[in-house]
Structures are given as C-alpha cells and as structure tokens.
C-alpha cells in the first residue's frame, strides 16, 4: 500500500502561482509513473501532468508553458508549480502514481482561482 499526500493548494488570484507537493510513503523512485489530475465541480476528472522519469515530462495542452512538474526522489515528493492561472482551473487536484501496474491516488488539495 502507498499513501501520497497532497498538500499546497489554496486561493489565489488569477494570474497568481501555486507549488503543489504530493509526498509518497514509498519511495518514488520506483515509481515509474507519478503525475497531476484536477476535477473541476461537475466535471470529470482530467490529466494534467506526469513525470516517468526526471527528465521525461509530458503536459495537458491547456497547461503547457505555464505548469511544470518536477520530482524530488530523495525526499519521495513530486511537485506541480503552476504559473498564471485562471479561473477555470478551479478544482481539486489530485496525485497519482503508479508502482509495478498498481495505480495509488491522494486525497486531493483544493486550488480556487479568482477572477
């Protein structure tokens, strides 16, 4: 069993900037997925983000240039910094990994936008 803890989330201004942590209980350095999903109120649940390694990254199209995920195998943490967001990315966030086939989600941290 893995535990990943979200944690950074807030309310911000649009055109404002939050780090999103997820903190894993095991180490990710075997994890070969790890990555970001948001779920916006009445909406499904989206990719955002994932890292296979630290140098392998891939984005949501509406997300690049502004977002960027990055890893810390030391410390077991991956981080989500968004730059300049808007209103309509409003929505809980949530971690994902993946270890040997198995996918393990947090708990989600909420981020609120305002316009």
């Known amino acids: 069993q893995v535990q990943l803890v979200e944690s950074g989330g807030g309310s911000v201004q649009a055109g404002g900037s939050l780090r999103l942590s997820c903190a894993a209980s095991r180490t990710i350095f075997s994890s070969r997925l790890m990555g970001w999903y948001r779920q916006a109120p009445g909406k499904e649940r989206e990719w955002v983000a994932s890292t296979v390694t630290a140098v392998s990254t891939s984005y949501a199209d509406p997300v690049k240039g502004r977002f960027t995920i990055s890893r810390d195998n030391a410390k077991n943490t991956v981080y989500l910094q968004m730059n300049s967001l808007k209103p309509e990315e409003t929505a809980v966030y949530y971690c994902?990994?993946?270890?040997?086939?198995?996918?393990?989600w947090g708990q989600g941290t909420q981020v609120t936008v305002s316009s």
């Open positions: 994902y990994a993946n270890y040997n086939g198995v996918g393990y």
